[in-house]
């Protein structure tokens, strides 16, 4: 029988860099939910991702 190890869950691994970031990104998916758009023509939806990247 082998002897597997486990490494940490992808979870564990970004929880401690996302955790800070959470406010922020749960505003930004708020306001795009608020500000919807057809498709092909999200045109705000870009303008606020280009700000953020």
Do not use: G, Q
């Amino acid at each position: 029988m082998r002897n597997y190890t486990t490494e940490a869950e992808p979870t564990a691994l970004v929880r401690p860099w996302l955790e800070p970031l959470l406010p922020e990104l749960i505003d930004f998916r708020r306001d795009l939910h608020a500000h919807p758009e057809l498709s092909f023509k999200e045109f705000r939806t870009t303008d606020k991702l280009v700000e953020r990247l």
